[in-house]
């Protein structure tokens, strides 16, 4: 897995590539910590690239979403497979977020 963060169009955006695997949920938790910290700006996590991702991914993706809501931020899930789109519904997570 790995994962670039910057600055685009006034959000803060995590592009991620491969699997996000529990190993690999490990090492992105400290990945995000840019996004943790973001205290005046939306959050993007674009998953074009994303193939699989396990329940440590889906509970970082939800710590990371109630951080932000607790600043009154939002996050949102960009290019996400009809597989992954799949997963978050099958989880409930699909009422949690905004999808692009």
């Known amino acids: 897995m790995t994962t670039k963060i910057l600055e685009k169009e006034g959000r803060l955006a995590a ?3 491969g699997e996000l695997d529990t190993a690999a949920a490990v090492q992105l938790e400290s ?3 840019p ?13 074009e690239d994303v193939q699989y991702i396990s329940s440590g ?18 996050v949102v ?11 978050f ?3 409930g997570f699909d009422r949690f977020y905004e999808f692009e």
């Open 35 to 47: 996004l943790f910290q973001a205290e005046d700006m939306d959050v993007v996590i674009d998953c």
């Open 15 to 17: 592009i991620l590539s």
């Open 31 to 33: 990945d995000f910590a």
């Open 57 to 74: 991914g889906l509970r970082l993706f939800f710590s990371l979403l109630k951080s932000q809501k607790e600043k009154g931020h939002k």
């Open 89 to 91: 519904k099958m989880a």
């Open 77 to 87: 899930i960009a290019h996400l497979s009809d597989d992954l789109m799949m997963v």
